[in-house]
């Protein structure tokens, strides 16, 4: 156990649908990622915050939103869904010192039917 | 923005053989080199790390060595078992005043009894 939760673990809802998955980081840790794993495309980073504030930003579409709240744990919130939508999602979090083990949840597989 | 590149995207050796992944990064600001193991239907789990003060990083049978002229890193895994069987990712993070880290694509490895 990473000490990392994400819920729900499967999702399973309709084009056009928003979902939201959730991510409760280790204890202590500040800075939170999220990552879409499909099946050719690897771990495709999609945004980061740490403390609260957004840090960093890859390749998250304008249809995708996150944040982070005062108790540190994070959202991710995917609107207008589509087909290419359904991956795995992962939420990771670090202690955020200088280059440290980041720690993956389990992940939450959604699908867009 | 960083971009890593990840070679063989698939690997097949036999039980007791050697088995090495290979990376390459774009960003010489890069200083932080964690590889990552993924097995079917799990969160992916840091296996070894490397910073960029050191060449090479030893841990049991699996050993990961760094050329930061040639900004190339590799994973080298011996006497290789069924259970290494899982997919391998490397990544690269820089550090400035947070880390971000980007993953290559993956290597699936075989490991055929």
């Known amino acids: 156990d990473s000490g990392v939760t994400q819920t729900p673990k499967h999702l399973i809802t309709a084009t056009g649908q928003r979902v939201t998955l959730r991510c409760s980081p280790r204890?202590?840790?500040?800075?939170v990622y999220w990552y879409q794993q499909s099946l050719d495309q690897g771990l495709q980073f999609l945004i980061q915050?740490?403390?609260?504030?957004?840090?960093a930003k890859g390749n998250i579409l304008e249809r995708f939103s996150a944040q982070q709240f005062p108790d540190l744990h994070s959202e991710l919130n995917l609107s207008s869904l589509e087909l290419g939508d359904s991956a795995l999602y992962f939420c990771?979090?670090?202690?955020?010192?200088?280059?440290?083990?980041?720690?993956f949840g389990q992940g939450t597989r959604l699908t867009v039917v | 923005g960083e971009n890593v590149e990840q070679h063989p995207s698939t690997l097949s050796v036999q039980e007791g053989d050697s088995a090495v992944i290979k990376c390459t990064y774009s960003?010489?600001?890069?200083?932080?080199f964690p590889w990552y193991k993924q097995e079917l239907g799990k969160r992916p789990q840091l296996i070894i790390d490397?910073?960029?003060?050191?060449g090479e990083k030893k841990d049991q049978r699996i050993a990961v060595t760094l050329n930061k002229t040639a900004k190339h890193f590799s994973l080298h895994i011996t006497e290789t078992q069924p259970e290494d069987s899982a997919v391998y990712f490397c990544?690269?993070?820089?550090?400035?005043?947070?880390?971000?880290?980007?993953f290559g694509k993956g290597t699936m490895l075989l490991v055929s009894p």
């Open positions: 990771a979090s670090s202690v955020e010192s200088a280059n440290t083990e980041a720690f």
């Open positions: 204890s202590g840790d500040l800075s």
């Open positions: 915050y740490y403390n609260g504030e957004e840090r």
């Open positions: 960003d010489s600001a890069s200083n932080y």
């Open positions: 490397i910073r960029s003060n050191v």
């Open positions: 990544a690269a993070s820089i550090w400035s005043g947070y880390s971000t880290l980007t």
